[in-house]
């Protein structure tokens, strides 16, 4: 059963969660300023009007996609209609959207609603163009980390692709930043931290692909 919940509320930010959402129980996230109302739907691929419902009374700035991964974005045309909303992706996922991009997102873009703003970072990997958004303490990671690992992997390389990634871009962040990924609980960085220093006890293959997890020893 889909719940919503508050995530995430210092200063007039606003993180609320769409849990659980459509068949691969995505997490859909709305983030808002509630002084100015300003807002952005992150990742609304499925039940559109429930997330449209979700948004009432606040002024939704645009549709951002993390990947172009269609459990993502599966109904984001018909999102963008009952918003009124631009869509944007990174750039390199534009290829990959269910829809034609409005715009298209870059490393390090800044993206305001209110006086808040999310920042983009690219980290490759799970796909070529994949984003994660960063606000104050909180990351927003799609599908490049979960609780217990990296994003899964379709081809040989892109394990060290994603790896790297979050060695670069994320774990450098405060150790008390919260991720929130596309599916399933949050974690944060701290964990991750510790658990990728174990991961490097025993590195899986570079070869490899699929689904890994930090602490496991990869397969023999």
Not at 82 to 93: C, F
Not at 156 to 168: F, H, P, T, W
Request: glycine content about 12%; overall charge negative; charged content about 20%.
């Amino acid at each position: 059963m889909p719940v919503e919940e508050l995530v995430h509320a210092p200063d007039g930010l606003v993180i609320r969660c769409l849990r659980n959402i459509g068949p691969y129980e995505n997490n859909i996230f709305i983030v808002s300023d509630s002084t100015t109302g300003e807002a952005y739907v992150l990742d609304g691929g499925f039940e559109p009007e429930q997330i449209a419902a979700a948004t009432d009374g606040l002024h939704v700035k645009g549709i951002l996609v993390t990947h172009g991964h269609r459990d993502h974005h599966e109904n984001v045309g018909t999102l963008k209609g009952l918003l009124n909303a631009p869509v944007a992706i990174g750039i390199d996922d534009a290829a990959m959207l269910s829809v034609e991009a409005d715009s298209l997102i870059v490393d390090q873009q800044s993206l305001m609603f209110g006086p808040f703003f999310l920042q983009a970072i690219h980290t490759p990997g799970h796909t070529p163009g994949s984003i994660c958004l960063k606000i104050g303490r909180a990351l927003i990671s799609g599908d490049t980390l979960f609780q217990g690992g990296p994003g899964r992997t379709s081809a040989a390389g892109d394990l060290g692709i994603i790896v790297g990634s979050i060695v670069q871009h994320l774990l450098p962040l405060a150790d008390d930043t919260v991720v929130m990924p596309g599916h399933g609980p949050n974690t944060t960085i701290a964990d991750t931290r510790r658990e990728h220093a174990e991961y490097q006890k025993h590195p899986w293959p570079a070869d490899y692909f699929g689904d890994v997890e930090w602490l496991k020893a990869p397969p023999k």
